[in-house]
């Protein structure tokens, strides 16, 4: 209907049109006779008195002029005046409103997630170590948790400082904006940003959406120092990652494999009397020979693994998430203190100083 209704009118704008039109050349042909005529008179009015060659002119010009116009019929030229009128087909229009709804979906910030590491379980903060780059995801969500499909305006901050001060509202706590970059998915937008604490202490991590909190934000962010993870490399044994307490941890660590072999192992253990328990996995590394037959190793690890620890009313689970592939293992039912279990050749990845200073740009 809407279609057919499109046609008409636009058909009986191309007929008024072509109306317009010939009317315009009608016009323009008066128009033209009318100039011819006041130059004539001009030449008339300008012929001097005696000359009788250039009466005589005038005169075999005069007389044709005169018979024409005797001749000649005037036309009334009209002028119609358009309207369109659109007429509601009421049960057309009845059936659509019952059929079909319109609502407005617009961006709720208390919906919003931010993820704190690759692979990381959305939402939670977990306290992390000096040095070592933090990734962050920003799930944008309308009000009904469904991911919002349009740009927004996506801000993060951080500033380091005791907590005490960030709970005053006129802290001198200097602000360290960072740069979000926007990414494109199949289901939306998604809004990414990345920050390497220089040293342990407390931060707050403030993250806006259209100029909102977020769920959760200002987060309190916990950076311990470099060198105890370095520790927990040295002497695992005496240095938790998670410690036997009541109150909820999360703790999350970046390592990197120095040498690709068929020992590697990542995880957690924990050892008691009953023995040693180990939560983790072991890499698939794929043995080659090449036509000399010296033995290589086919890597099907990336260099970076996060692991993200959590002990809450949840349970304590851990998360392995290999950077280089995004694959990830999930472990759950992880008994209380825990130590750092590495097999192979492992170190903590932590950032150059100039590429911690080109994350905060």
């Known amino acids: 209907m809407r279609s057919n209704l499109k046609d008409e009118v636009i058909s009986d704008y191309e007929k008024r049109n072509k109306q317009l039109d010939c009317h315009e ?22 012929a001097g008195p005696g000359n009788e060659v ?34 509601v087909d009421e049960v057309f229009w009845k059936s659509v409103t019952e059929k079909a709804s319109f609502e407005g979906v617009t961006v709720d910030p208390q919906q919003c997630v931010v993820t704190m590491g690759t692979g990381a379980e959305p939402g939670i903060v977990y306290s992390t170590f000096a040095k070592q780059r933090i990734h962050f995801s920003v799930a944008v969500n309308d009000s009904e948790k469904q991911r919002y499909d349009a740009p927004v305006s996506v801000e993060a901050y951080v500033r380091k400082g005791d907590f005490y001060l960030f709970l005053s509202s006129d802290s001198a706590v200097p602000v360290i904006p960072l740069n979000v970059v926007i990414q494109f998915y199949d289901d939306g937008y998604g809004y990414e940003f990345t920050y390497t604490p220089p040293d342990e202490g407390c931060y707050q991590l403030s993250v806006t959406v259209n100029g909102e909190y977020v769920k959760g934000s200002p987060f309190c962010w916990w950076v311990r120092p470099k060198v105890d993870l370095v520790k927990m490399f040295e002497k695992p044994a005496g240095y938790p990652l998670l410690s036997k307490t009541r109150r909820a941890q999360h703790v999350a660590v970046r390592v990197q494999f120095l040498k690709a072999s068929l020992e590697l192992e990542l995880g957690v253990k924990r050892k008691s009397n009953k023995g040693e328990q180990i939560w983790g996995c072991k890499s698939r590394i794929a043995v080659t020979f090449d036509q000399n037959y010296d033995l290589h190793y086919k890597k099907s690890w990336g260099g970076v693994f996060g692991m993200y620890l959590s002990s809450d009313e949840m349970g304590t689970r851990m998360i392995i998430c290999d950077e280089g592939t995004d694959e990830r293992d999930i472990f759950k039912g992880i008994l209380w203190p825990v130590y750092l279990h590495t097999g192979g050749k492992w170190s903590p990845q932590f950032e150059k100083e100039e590429e911690q200073g080109n994350s905060e740009l």
Do not use: G, W, Y
């Open 54 to 87: 250039e009466v005589l002119s005038l005169k075999r010009e005069i007389m044709p002029r005169l018979s024409h116009l005797a001749d000649t019929t005037m036309q009334d030229v009209l002028f119609e005046k358009v309207i369109v009128t659109f007429n």
């Open 25 to 46: 050349d009608f016009l323009s042909i008066f128009i033209a006779n009318c100039n011819s005529c006041v130059k004539f008179a001009e030449r008339v009015c300008q």
